[in-house]
Structure formats: C-alpha cells, structure tokens
C-alpha cells in the first residue's frame, strides 16, 4: 500500500510538473489562437501611396496600396491598417498630339493578413484625362494649324486616392 501511495504521488507531482509547463511555459498568446473564416467579399479600403502617372509607371508593373482600416471578422483584426497591399497596372497610355488623353487603370492583386496568408482582392481603378480632338482638330484645320499639337489631358490618379476593393476566395485566418 505504502508503494502504491508513493506511485501515485510520484504520478501527481509529474501530471502538475506537466500540467504548469504547458500552461505558464507556452508562448503568449498560443492558447488564444482563433480560427476565423474571412469570406469572399469582404470589403478592404486601400489607399495609393504614391501619385501615378500614365509617362511615370508602364503596363504591368507593380504598385503599392496601404489599407486604411483594419478588417474585422468576429469582433477579431484580420488585416492590419497600414499593411501593404498590391496593385498591377493595367493600362498606361500617355497623352499625346491631336487632343489625344491619356489612359491608366490599376487591378489590385492581394494583401496579407495577421498571421501572413496572403489573400487575392478584386477592385479596379480607372482613369482618362479630358479628350481634345475634336477641338484639336477643328481649331487647327479651321482656325490655326498649331492646335493640332495641342495634347489632351494627362491621367493622372493622386496619392492618397483611396480604392474599394473585395476578398477573393474564402480563407480560414488565425488571429491571436
């Protein structure tokens, strides 16, 4: 019996020796660790960091958005404010001669979220300058031959333009 009483007092001390190493030894949070299931449609607010313009980027390159404000799914952050997400150009067209416009248009691409998923978003950004051919051409022919220089506007979209766009796919998120 006495055998039998240090064996389970042995098993004791060893289940409390494990027991606080799991709970007072584990990194903060990893007990608290969430999933959350971010759907398709979610709506993500960016904003442009910089100011483009249709002579300063070419098609397909790569620009820089920044989330204006966290994304909240379940009372629980998703996506930060300020994390950076990513846009293609779609068109880049400079103005020219005869009253021509320029032309730009972004796709936004993806973001990541809290725990380093990369997730797609869906959203477009389109802009024309102000056309002038018909002006170009009808002051020019008829009037003065120099308005046929004269060039439409240049597309130009702001820094600090902020774009909607949406989650693409449904992604399961663990958040803290």
Known sequence: MLRTNKLFSKAMIFTLILTFSVVFMMPQGVLAAEKIRLSS??????????????????????????VVQDVVVDGKVVIKAGSTAFATITAAEDNGFLGKAGKMGLKVNSVTTVDGTSVALSGTRF??????????????????????????????????????????????????
């Open 127 to 176: 802009i024309q300058g102000e056309d002038k051919s018909t002006m170009s051409v009808v002051v020019g022919v008829f009037i003065c031959a120099p308005f046929l220089l004269m060039k439409g506007e240049e597309a130009v979209i702001p820094a600090n333009t902020t774009i909607q766009s949406r989650i693409s796919g449904t992604y399961t998120i663990t958040v803290k």
């Open 41 to 66: 449609g979610t709506p993500v607010l960016l904003q442009l960091n910089d100011t483009l313009t249709a002579d300063t980027v070419n098609m397909g390159d790569e620009v820089a958005l920044t």
